[in-house]
């Protein structure tokens, strides 16, 4: 055997997925109960010590903890247990049938009072029966007393190898109820299609949960869009409180996030579970019985549309978020566009200033040049005077005037390297 490179985490859960939750061989006749609760996270290990107590009851070893799935052998009746993401499945199996339909289910031979304390609510209960078939199509009537007189949907599943009937009803007992009738079926394929037929109940179901929901929300998504419509219209007028529709469209945008955050969990797990309903529908392979509706045209006329509300719920909650995100994007725009001219008018404003600043500062220059030419010069006789004093044949009119126009130069170009010494340094800043 040839020596293979270390394996990769979780290669055989992995490969062994495929083969999950295999389906229980049947035996003409038998009866099932199928019974499915949503479980809360923190009752799981309440529901696996239930399921201890259930196996102590009939001397068997209980299976092992951890598992999602296990069958047993409880005397004469035979469990079979699954836990999915928000429901756990149970299926109890007995051969035989009741002297009348649907009077004596599987569960009757449990311990008293252990299938009403099951951890969890119950969101699907249903008693199936599998009988052996004729090769003609039932009898309307006798179908009718399986079913309490209510309309039953059915058709020949398997290309004919069987029959499978039902209301889809919840009868007095809490519990709908599937008739399968033996064509040529095999026990695998009994099994097979006893478990499509419940699994289409349960997903029906659950996918079903989010149309309450849907419901609910539709008077508010209209609300909403109504709002939503006048402060797109206010936006669109000039002079509007921009502010005022801001934290309006921020109130909306949070308010449709909320309503977004609580509810599309079960949006999405309603688009699952319907696609799981059509899958196992089209695996029943239904050939029709003139007369009866199938299943698969039955969840047409009913469930379709169901799902159908609860995705249009999902998606216009949706587009209502992509129409705020869009209107809050126009009102920045030009709430964005009004600053912007007003920064430009601030600019212009700071730019005459600046003018109005560099002509004020050349006029101070020019009045500082005079008058440091008008101290100078007086310095400038002051020190003439002192020298004609001394007996220094000089004129100090004569020299003070002449002195000016040099001082005036000098002056200048002083101010001048100051200037250039300022200009120098701004640059290299």
Not at 372 to 394: E, R
């Amino acid at each position: 055997m040839p020596q293979l490179p270390p394996d990769y985490p979780g290669r055989f859960e992995l490969a062994d997925e495929v083969h999950a939750r295999p389906p229980e061989p049947l035996e003409l006749p038998s009866r099932a109960t199928y019974v499915a609760v949503m479980v809360d996270p923190t009752d799981r290990d309440s529901e696996r010590a239930h399921i201890v107590r259930l196996f102590e009851a009939f001397a068997v070893v209980p299976p092992d903890a951890g598992l999602t799935q296990f069958s047993a052998q409880l005397g004469p009746l035979r469990i079979k247990w699954e836990r999915h993401g928000e429901f756990s499945g149970y299926v109890f199996l007995l051969d035989g049938l009741s002297p009348t339909p649907f009077t004596e289910p599987a569960t009757t031979r449990l311990p008293a009072g252990w299938l009403e304390a099951i951890p969890g609510q119950t969101i699907v209960a249903a008693h199936a029966k599998l009988v052996a078939g004729a090769q003609e199509v039932p009898d309307p009537q006798a179908l009718a007393d399986h079913f309490g007189g209510n309309i039953v949907v059915g058709s020949s599943i398997g290309e004919g190898a069987g029959y499978a009937f039902t209301d889809f009803k919840i009868h007095a007992d809490g519990c709908a109820r599937f008739l399968l009738m033996d064509r040529g079926l095999t026990p695998r394929q009994a099994g097979r299609m006893l478990q499509r037929l419940l699994e289409i109940e349960a997903y029906r179901m659950l996918a079903l949960l989010a149309l309450p929901m849907a419901r609910e929300q539709l008077p508010r998504i209209v609300q909403i869009e109504r709002s939503l419509e006048t402060l797109t219209g206010e936006i669109a007028r000039e002079g509007a409180d921009e502010e005022r529709l801001l934290q309006e469209l921020t109130r909306t945008a949070a308010e449709i996030e909320h309503e977004l955050t609580a509810t599309q969990y079960r949006f999405g797990a309603t688009r699952a579970y319907a696609e799981l309903v059509r899958t196992r529908i089209a695996e029943l392979r239904e050939v029709r019985i003139a007369g009866t509706q199938t299943i698969e045209e039955f969840m047409a006329r009913r469930f379709t549309p169901a799902v159908a509300t609860c995705n249009t719920v999902s998606q216009r909650l949706h587009e209502l978020a992509d129409r705020v995100a869009q209107a809050s994007g126009l009102l920045a725009t030009r709430v964005g566009i009004a600053r912007e001219k007003q920064n430009q008018a601030l600019l212009a404003s700071m730019n005459r200033r600046a003018q109005l600043q560099l002509r004020l500062q050349k006029a101070v220059e020019g009045l500082s040049m005079a008058a440091i030419v008008y101290y100078a010069a007086g310095l400038v006789g002051y020190v003439v005077k002192g020298g004609k004093a001394a007996g220094l044949p000089l004129d100090p009119e004569l020299i003070v005037g002449l002195s000016i126009p040099l001082l005036a130069g000098v002056a200048y170009l002083v101010l001048r390297r100051a200037r250039r010494h300022l200009a120098t340094s701004e640059r290299n800043s």
